[in-house]
């Protein structure tokens, strides 16, 4: 009775042992996973894309119309300048164009001419000035004064 308690016991524990040894099955399951993952991510990807290709061309389409109307409007004018004898020149309501949310931050260049009006010409090339160390070294001292010196580790 001994023994065949004790052979019933080991074998519970042999097929308990092994019953949770799942690593095929656990790397199974974990390849499905990331395809379902994938699969989630490509279509939330292509909707995205979509809606945000719309909102481009909605915009790009709106600013081409405003820029249409303004030139339209400017040949009109051009044509009312010189009218001919006995007709009115036609006046054609003008177009706001719409204003959007997306504002391209301004530049370098910009900004100055904000600050300092028309004072600076942006067409103009850039020159690149290129200092050696001593011109540098020279330069900051008459910024700074005599303040800093190499000697000068604080």
Same mark, same amino acid.
């Given at each position: ?5 004790? @052979? ?14 799942? %690593? ?29 290709? @719309? %909102? ?9 119309? @405003? ?5 339209? %409007?400017? %040949? ?8 001919? @004898?006995?007709?009115?020149?036609? &006046? ?5 164009? &719409? ?56």
């Amino acid at each position: 009775m001994k023994k065949f308690l004790f @052979s019933i016991i080991v074998i519970s524990v042999v097929l308990f042992v092994f019953s949770c040894n799942n %690593a095929a099955e656990l790397e199974k399951l974990k390849a499905q996973q990331q395809e379902e993952i994938d699969i989630q991510v490509a279509t939330q990807l292509n909707t995205l894309r979509a809606e945000l290709d @719309s %909102a481009c061309n909605m915009q790009f389409d709106a600013m081409l119309t @405003s820029r249409v109307d303004s030139l339209l %409007a400017a %040949a009109e004018s051009a044509k009312a300048g010189t009218p001919k @004898s006995g007709t009115k020149p036609k &006046t054609t309501p003008k177009t706001t164009p &719409t204003t959007t949310t997306d504002t391209k931050p301004k530049t370098i260049d910009e900004k100055m001419k904000d600050v300092r009006g028309n004072a600076t010409k942006t067409n103009e090339p850039k020159k690149e000035v290129i200092l050696t160390p001593k011109e540098v070294e020279e330069r900051m001292k008459n910024v700074r004064g005599n303040a800093t010196k190499k000697e000068d580790n604080k």
